[in-house]
């Protein structure tokens, strides 16, 4: 039996993020995001920093682990300056939006099957 590696941080592991993937964010799920954002980016350039960054997710009501927010300073500071903007803080939650959401469904889906029973 093989066991993935990769980060231990849920919102660093490429493997989750491409299976959750199934579906995009929808817009009020990015408008979340969005406002969430706006929050804490304070002088309005459009990043926030490293420790914004645990702050705002603890915010949304997810609790990172003290690893997982080594792991994603880590990643910041290497690949962005040690500054997330929107887009990355999009793409870094979404793996985690999509996961909480993966068993649930939509209207759209309640109503076919509604339809199918009637």
């Not at 408008?31 to 705002?56: V, Y």
Request: negative net charge; proline residues 4%.
């Amino acid at each position: 039996m093989q066991v993935p590696v990769g980060p231990a941080c849920i919102f660093l592991r490429k493997g989750i993020a491409e299976k959750q993937r199934e579906r995009p964010l929808g817009q009020d799920e990015i408008e979340e995001l969005r406002e969430a954002f706006l929050e804490f980016d304070k002088d309005r350039d459009g990043f926030i920093s490293c420790k914004d960054l645990g702050n705002l997710m603890r915010t949304m009501g997810y609790m990172p682990t003290e690893m997982e927010l080594t792991e994603l300073g880590q990643q910041i500071r290497m690949n962005l300056g040690g500054r997330v903007d929107f887009d990355d803080f999009v793409e870094l939650m979404t793996p985690k939006l999509l996961e909480e959401t993966a068993g649930m469904i939509g209207v759209q889906e309640m109503r076919d099957a509604f339809k199918e029973v009637s």
